[in-house]
Nanobody
Framework: QVQLVESGGGLVQAGDSLRLSCSVT????????MGWFRQAPGKEREFVAH????????YYADSVKGRFTISRINAKNTVYLQMNNLKPEDTAIYYC?????????????????WGQGTQVTVSS
C-alpha cells in the first residue's frame, strides 16, 4: 500500500519561500513518477510540477516555472517542492501524487496515489 504524506505548508508573505516535503512509503519508487498539484478555493485542481523518480527529469506548469523546483532524495524516499518568490495566487492546498509510469503526466486522473494535502497561504 503506497502512502504519501505531505508537510511543510504554512502562512507566509509575498516574496517568501517554503519547501514542501512528500514522504513516500510502501512501493518500489524507482519506476514511479511524482507530481505536485494544488487546489485553490473555488478552483479546479491544477498541475504544478512533475519528476521522474529514477532519472530526475522535471516538468513545470508555466505559472510556477522559474520560481518552484521539484526534486527528490532517493535514500529518504522523499520528494520536495521548493517554492520561492511566493505570490498570493499561489495560495492553495498542495497535494503530492504518485503514478506507476515514468512519463510526464499533468492530469490528476493519470496519478494512482495521493497525499492528504498541505495548506499554503501567501499574504500580500
Amino acid at each position: 500500500q503506497v502512502q504519501l504524506v505531505e508537510s511543510g505548508g504554512g502562512l507566509v508573505q509575498a516574496g517568501d519561500s517554503l519547501r514542501l516535503s512528500c514522504s513516500v512509503t510502501g512501493g518500489t519508487f524507482r519506476s514511479y513518477a511524482m507530481g505536485w498539484f494544488r487546489q485553490a478555493p473555488g478552483k479546479e485542481r491544477e498541475f504544478v510540477a512533475h519528476i521522474n523518480w529514477s532519472l530526475g527529469n522535471t516538468y513545470y506548469a508555466d505559472s510556477v516555472k522559474g520560481r518552484f523546483t521539484i526534486s527528490r532524495i532517493n535514500a529518504k524516499n522523499t520528494v520536495y517542492l521548493q517554492m520561492n518568490n511566493l505570490k498570493p495566487e499561489d495560495t492553495a492546498i498542495y497535494y503530492c501524487a504518485a503514478r506507476s509510469r515514468i512519463i510526464i503526466a499533468t492530469l490528476g486522473d493519470e496519478y494512482d496515489y495521493w497525499g492528504q494535502g498541505t495548506q499554503v497561504t501567501v499574504s500580500s
